[in-house]
């Protein structure tokens, strides 16, 4: 009878064993940190559409549109019509979704790198630079990807009459103005995605530490690391779009129309930005830290939610 009794125990203890997840690495666990930043990212700007045709509007036109973000919906509508507010809203979810892809799978593939060079002591020793350097070249290879769709974007909000929606827009830029006009945005691009990626992980990063300082994660329920993902991923927007705000307004700005004949980007970069001042350089900063705060939030809940719906529970962790 003991005997029966130890044998089915065994087999429960071996069922238990064999359903436990499998501990991923390489290919397989960054190809699922890339989908699922670019799940999180792609969702969040596609559903902020609205908001962010109106910061762009203000940008570009801030004498007109000078009523704030819920007056500058009204008038997007009164212009244009209600579906305006879709405007771009192609090449947002597809460039971000390819954004999200290099920037959430470059962040956790580079802070991996940096552990396996340094080792882990030393990383975590000095993680908030591992944090700033990982995020900083994860953002240069996603905004290599992002910026063609983002000129694109910008130019159908700001000339609603361009083209009909992201084939359209991307086909005619590409034959009037060449690839050069895709990147013409490059420098502000970096320029603004940079400091603000950098912002965004190391400000998340920091504020989960210290909420995780006095809870223990190993304990929490799921629904409230969503909780904790989103508080800590708020105040990171917040930050990051204070931070990034100068080189979106410059972004938007130069994506508005083609340079004069021979007038390099770099040039018009000093024009604009000579133009603005520092006021103009944050026209649109509430419709932008309402847009970034939302969306940086559900970023981090997303991504960490998806993360353990597709089983990337390999990640390192180098928070004290």
């Given at each position: 009878m003991a005997s029966a009794t130890t044998?089915?125990?065994a087999t429960k203890v071996d069922a238990l064993v064999q359903k436990a997840p499998e501990k991923l690495s390489g290919l397989a666990l960054y190809s699922r940190f890339a989908l699922a930043g670019a799940i999180c990212c792609s969702v969040t700007h596609g559903a902020l559409t609205p908001v962010d045709v109106v910061k762009t509007r203000i940008q570009l036109?801030?004498?007109?549109?000078n009523k704030g973000l819920i007056g500058g919906f009204r008038q997007v509508i009164a212009n244009n019509g209600a579906g305006a507010l879709l405007t771009g809203l192609g090449p947002t979810a597809a460039g971000y979704f390819l954004q999200g892809a290099f920037k959430f799978g470059g962040y956790e593939l580079f802070k991996q790198q940096s552990i396996n060079f340094f080792g882990y002591e030393t990383a975590?020793?000095?993680r908030t630079a591992v944090y700033l350097a990982s995020s900083a070249l994860a953002e240069f290879f996603a905004d290599i990807a992002l910026c063609p769709l983002?000129?694109?974007?910008?130019r159908l909000v700001s000339e609603p009459t361009y083209a009909n929606g992201l084939i359209g827009g991307f086909s005619k830029m590409l034959k009037n103005e060449?690839?050069?006009a895709f990147y013409a945005g490059f420098g502000p691009i970096l320029f603004k995605q940079v400091p603000y990626t950098m912002a965004k992980f190391v400000v998340y990063e920091k504020v989960s530490e210290q909420i995780y300082r006095s809870v223990d994660k190993s304990t929490i329920s799921s629904g409230t690391e969503t909780v904790i993902n989103l508080g800590s991923g708020l105040v990171a927007g917040l930050a990051a779009a204070v931070v990034s705000q100068p080189a979106d307004t410059m972004l938007s700005k130069i994506n508005k129309t083609k340079g004069l004949p021979g007038e390099g980007t770099t040039s018009r970069l000093f024009k604009i930005a000579k133009e603005?001042?520092?006021r103009g350089s944050y026209a649109g900063?509430?419709?932008?830290?309402?847009?970034?705060?939302?969306?940086?939030?559900?970023?981090?809940?997303?991504y960490g939610d998806v993360k353990k719906a597709l089983g990337a529970v390999g990640g390192v962790e180098i928070a004290k």
């Amino acid at each position: 009878m003991a005997s029966a009794t130890t044998s089915a125990a065994a087999t429960k203890v071996d069922a238990l064993v064999q359903k436990a997840p499998e501990k991923l690495s390489g290919l397989a666990l960054y190809s699922r940190f890339a989908l699922a930043g670019a799940i999180c990212c792609s969702v969040t700007h596609g559903a902020l559409t609205p908001v962010d045709v109106v910061k762009t509007r203000i940008q570009l036109d801030p004498v007109t549109y000078n009523k704030g973000l819920i007056g500058g919906f009204r008038q997007v509508i009164a212009n244009n019509g209600a579906g305006a507010l879709l405007t771009g809203l192609g090449p947002t979810a597809a460039g971000y979704f390819l954004q999200g892809a290099f920037k959430f799978g470059g962040y956790e593939l580079f802070k991996q790198q940096s552990i396996n060079f340094f080792g882990y002591e030393t990383a975590r020793e000095n993680r908030t630079a591992v944090y700033l350097a990982s995020s900083a070249l994860a953002e240069f290879f996603a905004d290599i990807a992002l910026c063609p769709l983002e000129a694109t974007r910008i130019r159908l909000v700001s000339e609603p009459t361009y083209a009909n929606g992201l084939i359209g827009g991307f086909s005619k830029m590409l034959k009037n103005e060449g690839v050069g006009a895709f990147y013409a945005g490059f420098g502000p691009i970096l320029f603004k995605q940079v400091p603000y990626t950098m912002a965004k992980f190391v400000v998340y990063e920091k504020v989960s530490e210290q909420i995780y300082r006095s809870v223990d994660k190993s304990t929490i329920s799921s629904g409230t690391e969503t909780v904790i993902n989103l508080g800590s991923g708020l105040v990171a927007g917040l930050a990051a779009a204070v931070v990034s705000q100068p080189a979106d307004t410059m972004l938007s700005k130069i994506n508005k129309t083609k340079g004069l004949p021979g007038e390099g980007t770099t040039s018009r970069l000093f024009k604009i930005a000579k133009e603005l001042g520092i006021r103009g350089s944050y026209a649109g900063i509430g419709a932008r830290l309402f847009m970034v705060g939302t969306l940086t939030a559900g970023q981090f809940a997303i991504y960490g939610d998806v993360k353990k719906a597709l089983g990337a529970v390999g990640g390192v962790e180098i928070a004290k």
